[in-house]
């Protein structure tokens, strides 16, 4: 089993920049793959980004648009989302999930483990 425990969300205004970060717990890492899902009020849960514990494989959803970063630090068990300039359109709760494989994938199906989620709110 693994453990994800997610942070850093709140209500901020367009323009600014947030980290989220999730810790891992539960497991050894060395195989697990880390993506993270947004959910909007009243839409389905889609992917934005993910990353591999061992690789550089970094692939993002299209509409992000190089403003979100999913990165990681090994030694702390951590995934962090960063992001920038962000607007309404980002509203969302932001949920982070492991898979058991050392490769990414954008699917929800795909992910073995979530978060319960941080809640974004972007005012205008």
């Known amino acids: 089993q693994v453990q994800l425990v997610e942070s850093g969300g709140g209500v901020v205004q367009t323009g600014a920049s947030l980290r989220l970060s999730c810790t891992a717990s539960g497991r050894t890492f060395n195989n697990l793959a880390m993506g993270w899902f947004r959910q909007a009020p009243g839409k389905e849960r889609v992917f934005v980004g993910a990353?591999?514990?061992?690789?550089?494989?970094?692939p993002y959803t299209a509409s992000v648009n190089g403003r979100l970063t999913v990165s990681t630090d090994n030694a702390k068990n951590t995934v962090y989302l960063q992001m920038n300039s962000l607007t309404p359109e980002d509203t969302a709760v932001y949920y982070c999930?492991?898979?058991?494989?050392?490769?990414?994938?954008?699917?929800?199906?795909?992910?073995?483990?979530w978060g319960q989620g941080t809640q974004v709110t972007v005012s205008s």
């Open positions: 990353r591999g514990w061992l690789d550089s494989n970094t």
């Open positions: 999930a492991a898979r058991s494989s050392r490769f990414v994938a954008r699917g929800e199906g795909d992910y073995d483990y």
